[in-house]
């Protein structure tokens, strides 16, 4: 799939305002709203550019999305316009049961959460907020009731990687039908002490790889793009041909990253290439979402594989991975230096 044009997914960060207080947070989020946050109407134009894209995944993120009093107007609006209306809200004392009948109402294709730890224990003491692994579940469970498609959020750090045998059996206990694995990134919150190291990358790549061969639900990964390097060479070892974008739709997202097939608009309005890769290429507010994601220097910069430096500029795999471009920024100041958690060594002619 080409990217140049458009995404595949779009992502809004509605508010930061958010009652937990995650260990990991990305968006350092806090209790209140920016008083600058996009207004109803400003989120209402910004959604009729996303549609100018085509049909992109639009995912609506926060902080927490439901303290936004006008958060069901804009889940109605996305999904009458027919884009893929998806959401990622906080499992607090907001994520009701009625909260979340009125997504399915509002044409909520599917709701993430996240959950850290396959009991409360790991879970809350990652959240720092006590009940909110209950409530995770809780909302898994409703969703499910209500017909509601479901997606696990697991952040992998140090304080859980050894027990993703469990969480994959949570997993498929509350019915998922996606698991999406995120490999720490050292922003907002989170610190590079908590990350894995990239031998360590590579043990958990394996064990998702063999779960996925047996799971009832989709595995995916985020900010580890190297895990489709991993995936190429598994299947290739055992014989088996090569993911193609054109087996199944969610395929399609192969090959994305940061400004490449992802754009993301953070509260107020900032046209950012990734909410991990925190630098501005425009602002919502005087800039089309489009030309910003077409023609700005910052975006073409991270979607020309050529600029890439490093072993992963000589990488075979840089069209289908490309390292996080957000790690190499937080870890080296450079978007386009080599992913530092990456083991792989290619070969000195390769490229």
Not at 52 to 76: A, H, N, Q, V
Not at 223 to 240: D, F, I, S, W
Request: aromatic share 8%.
């Amino acid at each position: 799939m080409n990217f140049d044009q458009a995404p595949w997914l779009v992502i809004w960060e509605v508010t930061r305002a958010c009652d937990l207080a995650c260990v990991h947070c990305r968006a350092a989020a806090d209790p209140l709203r920016h008083p600058l946050e996009l207004t109803t109407e400003e989120g209402f134009r910004l959604l009729e550019q996303v549609r100018e894209f085509g049909d992109p995944l639009m995912i609506f993120t926060g902080g927490d999305p439901l303290k936004r009093p006008d958060l069901f107007e804009l889940l109605s609006y996305s999904a009458r316009l027919g884009l893929r209306t998806t959401l990622s809200p906080s499992p607090t004392p907001l994520l009701t049961a009625e909260a979340i009948q009125r997504f399915q109402q509002c044409g909520v294709a599917r709701i993430s959460i996240s959950v850290d730890g396959p009991d409360a224990a790991t879970h809350d003491g990652f959240r720092r907020v006590p009940g909110s692994f209950a409530r995770a579940v809780f909302a898994l469970q409703e969703a499910r009731r209500v017909g509601l498609s479901t997606q696990v959020n697991t952040t992998v750090s140090r304080h859980n990687w050894q027990r993703l045998e469990e969480m994959a059996d949570l997993v498929e206990a509350c019915g998922a039908q996606m698991w999406d694995v995120f490999f720490l990134v050292p922003t907002g919150r989170a610190q590079s002490r908590d990350e894995l190291n990239a031998e360590e990358f590579e043990q958990v790549f394996a064990f998702l790889y063999e779960r996925s061969k047996r799971a009832p639900f989709v595995i995916k990964t985020t900010e580890a793009m190297h895990y489709r390097r991993y995936v190429a060479q598994r299947r290739k070892l055992e014989g088996a041909p090569p993911v193609k974008q054109a087996d199944n739709p969610l395929h399609r997202s192969l090959g994305i990253n940061s400004g490449r097939g992802l754009v993301f608009i953070s509260r107020t309005g900032d046209i950012c290439p990734s909410g991990f890769l925190p630098l501005a290429a425009g602002n919502a507010r005087q800039h089309r979402l489009a030309e910003v994601y077409r023609h700005s220097a910052l975006f073409r910069a991270l979607r020309d594989t050529s600029l890439l430096r490093g072993k992963c500029g000589r990488c075979p795999y840089k069209n289908l991975c490309g390292g996080s471009r957000s790690r190499a920024y937080a870890l080296t100041g450079d978007y386009l230096a080599e992913d530092p958690r990456c083991c792989y060594q290619p070969g000195p002619d390769t490229g």
